[in-house]
């Protein structure tokens, strides 16, 4: 079992302690009269990161402090992490050494959305004319390529709060995934966060990459909140597993969506967020939800960007306006759906239904529409280059949007909205209407036969037609 709980009150004890923190110079150990036996009053976690092969114990003893290694992972091929019990001030004196790559206190991590009461999301990113009307309407299309395999052969690994995996949505296709708050493999999703997300991006007829595997990252608990070195973790298990898989004959590609966020600078979160780009993972990023502010100013999100493998998503509406919540400012690469947005959701009464669906917002619910859209880009025919190459899906990715449609906010971001490079030339006010609930498509989806041959048109809330 850990040996913390969430650091609520780790930004106090941190501006508390860090004006007596050792004054060291990078590449100086830390020397002092004190003996290891010194005592803290101040105990909290740290989370820091070293070169592979670099054994942690040595660096700590250097420090004139008892200190306690809670656990330790790669991230990738180059780096290890190291989460710390310590005093507040020895983040700053192993951040300071020349063989630790940073260091810094654990913070609390939330996810990005705002709880609002489909997929509107869904005609809008494939239909030149948009959509109108309620976005909890019933009456929308989705439209795609007769050739797209929609995903099938990518991992997308959504680090979040777990995933509901039996949810009707998903038509089996939850692959095992990790556990970083508990000693357990558990990764159900209590909170909803995570299966709302998982849903937009893979879920059947509600997600844009409908093939897709989900794999579950739990890095945040049944409130919607967890630490940066969980997150660390999460992010290293995923590269582990793409560099397992990336080999094998039927790889198509490796996503990460991160809908959550800092609310602050993170180095170490940045730094294990660069490895995983580096290790060929696509990876598609929140922008926050602060009303306007510089996504340049919160991990993960500040990893986008021009010049940047990494896609940062700000929101929009059904009205082709930057939403209200959404952060702005040059670290967003693109927006995308993020008002409510319907996708699968656990059932909160208790009574063990799979086919509870909901409405949500924030850019959490936008950042799922690129990672759907990356897993969709690359198991289209001709894209077979792409699949390690995350800069180049970002040029293809940005290439498509639509250019100019959006109004308000930027503050230096681009005004692209996404899209799938279909246009599904539906009359805006005369969209496709069927009935039928998304439960109901998705349990068709579990009998079907066969795979569609023609575009599925579907809608959000519940109704659809498929053509088959």
């Given at each position: 079992m850990r040996t913390t709980s969430l650091l609520t009150s780790l930004l106090a004890v941190w501006t508390a302690s860090v004006a007596a923190a050792p004054q060291v110079r990078k590449g100086e150990g830390f020397i002092s009269p004190e003996t290891n036996n010194a005592a803290h009053n101040d105990i909290t976690e740290s989370v820091m990161l070293v070169p592979a092969g670099t054994s942690p114990s040595d660096i700590l003893a250097r420090l004139p402090y008892n200190i306690t290694i809670v656990k330790q992972f790669s991230v990738g091929e180059n780096l290890k992490g190291v989460v710390l019990q310590a005093g507040g001030h020895c983040a700053d004196a192993l951040d300071a050494m020349e063989d630790v790559v940073g260091a810094e206190e654990v913070v609390e991590i939330r996810t990005h959305r705002v709880l609002q009461p489909a997929p509107w999301g869904l005609q809008r990113i494939s239909n030149a004319n948009g959509a109108s009307g309620s976005p909890a309407g019933l009456d929308f299309t989705y439209t795609f390529e007769d050739s797209s395999p929609l995903g099938s052969g990518v991992f997308v690994y959504v680090i979040d709060t777990g995933v509901?995996?039996?949810?009707?949505?998903?038509?089996?296709?939850?692959?095992?995934?990790?556990?970083?708050?508990?000693?357990?493999?558990?990764?159900?999703?209590?909170?909803?966060?995570?299966?709302?997300?998982?849903?937009?991006?893979?879920?059947?007829?509600?997600?844009?990459?409908q093939q897709a595997t989900i794999v579950p990252v739990k890095v945040l608990g049944d409130n919607g909140a967890g630490s940066n070195a969980d997150v660390i973790e999460g992010i290293g298990f995923a590269i582990e597993q793409h560099n397992q898989r990336k080999g094998s004959g039927d790889f198509r590609g490796s996503v990460i969506n991160m809908s959550l966020g800092i609310g602050q600078i993170s180095s170490q979160l940045d730094r294990a967020v660069r490895e995983a780009s580096a290790a060929g993972i696509h990876i598609a990023l929140a922008a926050?939800?602060?009303?306007?502010?510089?996504?340049?100013?919160?991990?993960?999100?500040?990893?986008?960007?021009?010049?940047?493998?990494?896609?940062?998503?700000?929101?929009?509406?059904?009205?082709?306006?930057?939403?209200?919540?959404?952060?702005?400012?040059?670290?967003?690469?693109?927006?995308?759906?993020?008002?409510?947005?319907?996708?699968?959701?656990?059932?909160?009464?208790?009574?063990?239904?799979?086919?509870?669906?909901?409405?949500?917002?924030?850019?959490?619910?936008?950042?799922?529409?690129?990672?759907?859209?990356?897993?969709?880009?690359?198991?289209?025919?001709?894209?077979?280059?792409?699949?390690?190459?995350?800069?180049?899906?970002?040029r293809l990715l940005l290439s498509t949007a639509r250019e100019g449609l959006l109004s308000g906010r930027f503050a230096g971001a681009p005004n692209l909205l996404l899209s799938n490079g279909v246009d599904g030339r539906v009359p805006v006010g005369q969209n496709k209407r069927a009935v039928g609930s998304p439960a109901g498509r998705a349990r068709q989806v579990v009998k079907a036969p066969e795979t569609p041959k023609n575009p599925f048109v579907a809608g959000p809330g519940g109704e659809s037609t498929l053509v088959w």
């Open positions: 509901m995996a039996e949810h009707q949505a998903f038509a089996g296709r939850v692959a095992k995934g990790f556990n970083a708050i508990t000693e357990d493999d558990a990764t159900g999703d209590v909170d909803g966060h995570g299966t709302h997300v998982s849903g937009t991006i893979a879920g059947t007829f509600l997600g844009v990459a926050g939800n602060d009303f306007g502010a510089d996504a340049c100013g919160t991990s993960p999100a500040n990893n986008g960007g021009e010049g940047s493998a990494i896609v940062t998503v700000g929101a929009s509406n059904i009205d082709n306006r930057v939403a209200q919540f959404s952060n702005v400012g040059p670290c967003v690469d693109i927006f995308a759906p993020g008002e409510f947005i319907e996708s699968a959701f656990p059932d909160k009464d208790l009574r063990n239904r799979t086919n509870v669906f909901q409405h949500l917002d924030g850019t959490s619910m936008a950042a799922p529409h690129v990672a759907g859209a990356m897993a969709e880009l690359l198991t289209r025919p001709g894209n077979e280059g792409l699949i390690n190459d995350p800069a180049g899906l970002k």
